[in-house]
Every structure is written in C-alpha cells, then in structure tokens.
C-alpha cells in the first residue's frame, strides 16, 4: 500500500520568516495531494491541493511544489503569522472516484513566535 | 468550502454503554463517507468507508461489530460505538467526499469513557 512520509515533525519560525514542510510517497499511481491544517480539538481544514498533472499551485500565501519523478511534494506557507501555528498533515490519494482512501503523513506541528 | 457537521463535539459515555456519533453533509450529497480515530499527537487513522445504501468497508484490525457504521442517507452517516470501554476513548472525525472531489472533515468528537 501507499506510504507516506513527512518531515519535519516538529517546526518552529518566527512570524514573517517562511516555513516548508516535505512529503513523500511510495506509490508512483498517487495522483492527488491535499495538505490539511489541523488546529487542536478539532478536524483537519484543507488548505491546499494539487493533483499530479500539475507542478506547482499557490494561494496567496501558500504554495504546494510535487516533483512526480521524485514522488516527493512540499507545501510552503511564506510570511507566517502566529495563526498559522497549527498540526499540518499532508496526504496522497491512487486513483479516482470517491471511495479512494487518503494516506496521511505523520504530521508536523508549526508553531510561530510572535 | 464544503460543510460537515459532526455531533456531539464532546461525550463522556459509562463503561458498557454505547454512544452514537452523527456526521452530515450540510450542503452537498456525500456519495461516500469515512471515519476516522485519532490518537493525541498522532496522525488520522482510517477506520471504515462507508457508501450511502451500502455496508461499510472496514479497515484491517477495525472491528465492524464494536463500531457500527450507519450510512443511510447522501447527507448522513452515523458511527455507534457499542460497549464502550476506557480503551476507545478517542478523537473521531468523520469526512465526505462526493464523487472525484476533494474530502471535507467534521469538526471532530472527542469521546471520553470512564
């Protein structure tokens, strides 16, 4: 089955600098990769995603890179702000139709200093 | 984004007894659901995906008739965890999905046995 891994597990910036968090993947039929924030006591929020006919994808301040070759996608968050302290996992997903499971990564928990 | 509501948010139940944990689809028909189980400082755990109409699909190790999956409607799913024990006390999240679409998250229940 599909392995994910996620790196680092813990990261600590200050607010403005930027911040990224990598992933990889086993599975090179994973086609779909969704980054999740998690704040504490509650359910993921999704904040970014990028299927894998696509190299690069950004929202304002956060941006998801995915290097097929590779099987690795990083999500970068640029000018942090203490808010964006939070769990972020990321995920990978084979195939289409929606009975197909997410793989999630281990997480990794942002905090940002004031 | 799309809304799933879960219900309770928070349950302390006694040891034997069960509890039933509701996740809908506020604003969209949830072709399929999945629960999840979170342990503190750990990633999500797929417990069951579950297709409206039909019987769940539990994961390995997930035991079906501890945890009773209800899909009864595009809009609604219920978890019941039946004979409850300190040892299920946990954070579990509900998501939906319809069709090829991304995947929305319930706000998460935390259930607490004593």
């Known amino acids: 089955g599909e392995n994910v891994e996620q790196h680092p597990s813990t990261l600590s910036v200050q607010e403005g600098d930027s911040a990224v968090i990598k992933c990889t993947y086993s599975d090179s039929a994973s086609n779909y990769f969704p980054w999740y924030k998690q704040e504490l006591g509650k359910g993921p929020q999704l904040i970014i995603d990028?299927?894998?006919?696509?190299g690069e994808k950004k929202d304002q301040r956060i941006a998801v890179t995915l290097n097929k070759t590779a099987k690795h996608f990083s999500l970068h968050i640029t000018e942090t702000q203490p808010e964006d302290s939070a769990v972020y996992f990321c995920a990978a997903q084979k195939g289409g139709g929606s009975n197909y499971k997410l793989t999630f990564g281990k997480g990794t928990l942002l905090t940002v200093n004031p | 984004g799309a809304v799933v509501s879960q219900h309770p948010s928070r349950v302390i139940c006694k040891s034997g007894t069960s509890v039933k944990i509701e996740c809908r689809s506020l604003?969209?028909?949830?072709?399929?659901m999945f629960w999840y189980r979170q342990f503190p400082k750990q990633s999500l755990m797929l417990m069951a995906t579950?297709?409206?109409?039909?019987?769940?699909?539990?994961e390995q190790g997930v035991e079906k008739d501890k945890f009773l999956i209800n899909h009864a409607s595009l809009t609604l799913s219920t978890l019941t965890v039946t004979s409850a024990h300190p040892e299920d006390s946990s954070f579990y999240i509900c998501?939906?999905?319809?069709?090829?679409?991304?995947?929305?998250f319930g706000q998460g229940t935390r259930l607490t046995v004593v």
């Open positions: 579950s297709n409206e109409g039909s019987k769940a699909t539990y």
């Open positions: 998501s939906a999905r319809r069709w090829d679409t991304e995947a929305f």
């Open positions: 990028i299927r894998s006919n696509v």
């Open positions: 604003d969209f028909q949830a072709t399929t």
